[in-house]
């Protein structure tokens, strides 16, 4: 009887001390001090769902407008989107299997390691090169940018606001470097002007109120941030 007793008194005591830790978790995961200054910069991933532009399956997008928060460049964020789908932007598929003087890409409009998605609406058709340009000229910039924003983010909790980017891209102009004249009929039958010879590019720091959620132009970069992309 007294094993039994004995039995009984610790599994209540075990019950007791199992709720208790449970309410001291939540406790301290509701506290207004902990989720404004502490783990919670690595959610703030899109701030505003992505606008796209006019698009196809088989011709793909022509522009994005996303805006993203600090966390898009947190420890595991580092390749956040997709690989492009095999059913978009088929327009791809002919020009490699037709005008093989060039590498074809279905190329992200919005970088699939900051989160773009590998669907119709986000990929273009590109050329190796135009891609490697747009890499180093843009996305590469935008990166950079996103990283001083989680930078801050990480050293200042107590900041008031997070920084983070509002970019948009669109296509520019018509691919014309068709190196023999013998291509450029089947290259033009294909394409009919849908292969971008560029992109226009903007990317401008938005801030995001720690409080109330509203998210804000900066104006210019905050002090020690890279520039703005214009």
Not at 123 to 151: H, I, V, Y
């Amino acid at each position: 009887m007294d094993v039994l007793q004995r039995t009984a008194g610790n599994a209540a005591v075990a019950r007791a001390m199992a709720g208790t830790a449970v309410q001291r978790a939540v406790d301290e995961d509701e506290r207004p001090a902990r989720l404004a200054t502490h783990g919670s910069w690595e959610r703030q991933k899109i701030w505003a769902p992505a606008d796209y532009g006019p698009h196809t399956p088989r011709t793909g997008g022509t522009s994005v407008r996303v805006t993203l928060g600090p966390g898009m460049r947190a420890p595991g964020s580092t390749y956040a989107g997709s690989r492009p789908r095999r059913d978009a932007c088929t327009i791809v598929d002919e020009l490699n299997a037709q005008c093989g003087w060039e590498r074809w890409i279905k190329g992200h409009l919005w970088n699939d390691n900051l989160g773009g998605p590998g669907v119709s609406e986000n990929l273009t058709p590109m050329t190796g090169r135009t891609n490697g340009r747009f890499n180093s000229d843009f996305e590469e910039p935008l990166k950079r940018m996103l990283d001083a924003c989680a930078r801050q983010a990480r050293s200042e909790p107590g900041h008031p606001v997070w920084y983070g980017v509002r970019f948009d891209v669109r296509k520019d102009g018509v691919f014309d470097e068709v190196p023999d004249p013998a291509d450029r009929a089947d290259f033009t039958r294909i394409s009919r002007g849908v292969v971008a010879e560029g992109f226009e590019y903007t990317a401008h720091y938005v801030q995001k109120d720690k409080a109330d959620g509203t998210t804000t132009l900066v104006g210019g970069a905050p002090r020690g941030f890279p520039a703005e992309i214009h």
